[in-house]
């Protein structure tokens, strides 16, 4: 139920306010979790186009395309370690 709750809350956000990077990026990663894997792309995806200096996010979707997609994961892996070689 709680996870359900988010989805819901998070939708709301995402639908309030398309642009919302940190609302998408922790959609995806909500659904993402819950095993939603194709829709968890689009709000990664989403999240990336609205911040695309959010490392974390670059590196949430490398992970979320890692078995699918392996060249486009070593490039989302890449843009999280450009902007944040630390991690």
């Given amino acids: 139920p709680f996870v359900e709750q988010l ?4 939708g709301v956000a995402v639908q309030a306010d398309p642009k919302n990077a940190a609302a998408h990026a ?9 095993g939603f894997r194709k829709l968890a792309l689009r709000h990664l995806r989403a999240a990336v186009d609205a911040d695309p200096k959010d ?6 979707l490398a992970r979320a395309l890692s078995d699918a997609d392996t060249a486009g994961a070593i490039e989302a892996f890449g ?4 902007l944040a070689p630390e991690n």
Avoid: I
């Fill in 55 to 60: 490392a974390a996010t670059w590196h949430r």
């Fill in 26 to 34: 922790r959609l995806g990663a909500v659904l993402e979790e819950a």
């Fill in 79 to 82: 843009k999280a370690v450009a």
């Fill in 7 to 10: 989805q819901r809350e998070l």
